[in-house]
């Protein structure tokens, strides 16, 4: 399948299943010997960022990339409660802005594609989990199950309206948003004529260009953590240009319960958290970050032998062929590659 990084006309979204899932990759962003980069640094999405970049102008763009990224939560976090997102959710209107319907419809592309292991429709079952802004609730299996119906129910666009057959779906891009927001900083850079940045919005990365010298920029990947208050350790190092990378694990963000640690990797299928081997999905693409973050969120929804499969049933597909993942072997930790993942390492 050929992805294309615009939107097209989005197609009935009933079928798809959905996991939220954090994304962490730790920037190694070394200064050139030529040239010292521009570096800036904030908060947004609930997150922090992070740009390197070099400009023979010297620009200070901090400015500009804070207002791309106050509009973007102001159209699609979860987290703001005027946001278009929560007023579309809440039925207080149904029209999606640019932002909202790229995001609807890369999300119902990459949902058809894998199968319904992405899913944007589950939103009010994250949220029963705790993993959102609503208060934590186990939901008993009744209520699991009228929110898994509503979870699948036909959800269309029509007109740049989203219309909901069922009034308790509900959308949530947090599988996807952070990885579009950092295509809308890269295309600001772009069309100011920067050719060489390294963009990080909570690890979603891409680099464009090479530091002066011809040096690639440095992406760190990391290791899994035994728990979320671990400081991060870097497992490998990837050289990476004009491409993107995002990481996708389940060993962050979780919460323990009577003994049981329930990460927020929920099975779609299930409405349940998953229970499988693979800690990690590292996702390289030559393109669009939104593509690599919502593909290393279905790897982890798949678990390691069904996104084995998935691999090896999509060769050469762009959101395939640099791949790592990280599982939990009895104990030990053991990693796979592709072998176009393994050109990348340093």
């Not at 979870?151 to 990885?179: C, K, M, W």
């Amino acid at each position: 399948m050929h992805f294309r990084r615009e939107h097209q006309s989005v197609r009935h979204l009933g079928a798809g299943r959905f996991l939220i899932i954090a994304a962490l990759a730790t920037v190694l962003a070394a200064c050139s010997n030529h040239q010292a980069p521009l570096n800036i640094a904030g908060t947004a999405q609930g997150t922090y960022y992070s740009i390197s970049y070099f400009d023979p102008q010297q620009r200070n763009l901090q400015p500009l990339v804070d207002s791309i990224l106050d509009a973007f939560d102001q159209s699609a976090s979860l987290w703001v409660d005027s946001s278009l997102l929560r007023r579309i959710n809440a039925g207080l209107t149904d029209s999606l802005d640019p932002i909202l319907y790229n995001l609807l419809s890369h999300s119902t592309e990459i949902s058809n594609y894998t199968n319904g292991a992405f899913n944007c429709l589950v939103g009010r079952i994250v949220q029963e989990w705790g993993f959102s802004f609503r208060e934590r609730t186990e939901p008993d299996s009744v209520r699991l199950q009228r929110l898994l119906q509503a979870a699948h129910a036909p959800t269309y666009i029509e007109n740049n309206r989203v219309l909901r057959t069922d009034s308790l779906t509900e959308l949530d891009f947090n599988a996807i948003a952070q990885g579009y927001s950092v295509d809308l900083l890269a295309a600001a850079f772009d069309s100011l004529g920067i050719e060489s940045y390294l963009i990080d919005v909570g690890g979603e990365v891409i680099a464009r260009g090479a530091k002066p010298g011809g040096q690639p920029w440095r992406v760190g990947i990391e290791r899994p953590s035994k728990d979320s208050i671990s400081a991060p350790e870097v497992m490998t190092a990837i050289a990476l240009r004009d491409a993107s990378v995002v990481t996708s694990g389940s060993y962050r963000k979780y919460y323990e319960r009577d003994g049981m640690r329930y990460s927020h990797t929920i099975d779609p299928a299930t409405g349940r958290p998953v229970q499988h081997s693979l800690l990690s999905a590292s996702v390289v693409v030559d393109g669009a970050c939104w593509l690599a973050d919502a593909m290393a969120t279905a790897y982890m929804v798949m678990g390691l032998d069904s996104a084995l499969a998935f691999i090896a049933s999509h060769p050469d597909e762009p959101a395939t062929k640099a791949v790592m993942f990280i599982y939990d072997d009895h104990g030990t930790l053991r990693t796979y590659e592709t072998p176009e993942f393994k050109k990348l390492t340093i």
